[in-house]
């Protein structure tokens, strides 16, 4: 199978992830180079991809100086990486509503993209559980977006 670029939302998962990882384990710091190999990263995109996540106040880098990465959750991306199971179901629900819907394949692509985006922001600007909690609405934005997905993103019975 061909290497595919991850998608924003994938990095960034596997960043708190990682970061997760080392602090369930007690084995912090957690280290950008896991990221880079896990995802086939270019090096400078794990550079960016970590003064971003610093930025969004989830990671916090080591204070001293290494070509591998430390890094550490920050209390807002340990709240993040504790629901983020929760998030991921959210996603894959909306996904997988997109998929069913009448829609033509690339408004698919990007409607897929775009539920990514919109949980994700949700969950970084404000809290992951705003985003658990105000899914409906999250939907609603998407469904003004992409008119051809359906009224609900669950399974009808």
């Not at 890094?71 to 959210?90: F, N, S």
């Not at 922001?121 to 658990?132: D, E, G, L």
């Amino acid at each position: 199978m061909a290497w595919r670029r991850p998608s924003s939302w994938e990095i960034a998962a596997a960043y708190i992830e990682e970061g997760y990882r080392a602090y369930l384990e007690g084995s912090d710091p957690a280290f950008a180079v896991e990221v880079e190999r896990t995802l086939g990263l270019p090096t400078l995109d794990a550079v960016d991809w970590c003064q971003q996540l610093v930025s969004q106040g989830l990671i916090t880098m080591e204070p001293f100086t290494n070509a591998l990465g430390a890094y550490r959750l920050a209390p807002r991306g340990l709240a993040v990486a504790e629901r983020l199971p929760d998030l991921m179901r959210v996603v894959e629900d909306f996904t997988a509503a997109v998929h069913r819907s009448n829609a033509p394949a690339d408004e698919k692509r990007r409607a897929t993209f775009s539920v990514k985006e919109e949980i994700y922001k949700v969950a970084i600007s404000k809290t992951a559980q705003a985003a658990i909690d105000n899914k409906a609405a999250i939907w609603e934005t998407l469904r003004a977006l992409y008119n051809s997905l359906p009224l609900d993103w669950r399974p009808s019975s």
